[in-house]
């Protein structure tokens, strides 16, 4: 008798057969799951971006001291630098003077200047200067809209002649 012969009339055992047919489901189970709960798609890039938190609040600020200007200390309260890149009062963009005319990024005051930006570091408080471009009567509400590089958009009510 030949070996082909042999084996011609033998298969596989039938426990055998249904341990296989399970552990073909729960691997096609495991897959489906992980398909479905998004985990193949950061598995598969192999790389995670970190969520960048800019938080930025008004301390005090003056708007009584000189009627002309008021003063703002604002602290960076995230996890990352906070570029202020413009400065609206009520609804009006202000130019930035982050250099005073002296050449160093150290004043932030917020005026008829130059262009550019100022810089608060995390857990940082920072004081700016804003001019706005009309005369002001004392008692009044205003709205100081920070908005950062990256988008973010700080809103502040601060009342004219008062100190906050």
Known sequence: MSKVGKWKNKGVSPVIAVLLLIAIAISIGILTYVWASGLAGTLTTGYHTAQITESLTMVVYDAKKNLSAVNMTLRNVGDSIVNISRVYFDGTLLSMDTDGGDGEADDGCVDGGEVGWIGIPPATDRWIIIN??????????HKVLIVTHSG?????IIIWGRVG
């Open 152 to 156: 973010a958009k700080f809103q502040f």
């Open 132 to 141: 706005p471009p009309d005369t002001i009567a004392p008692g009044t509400a």
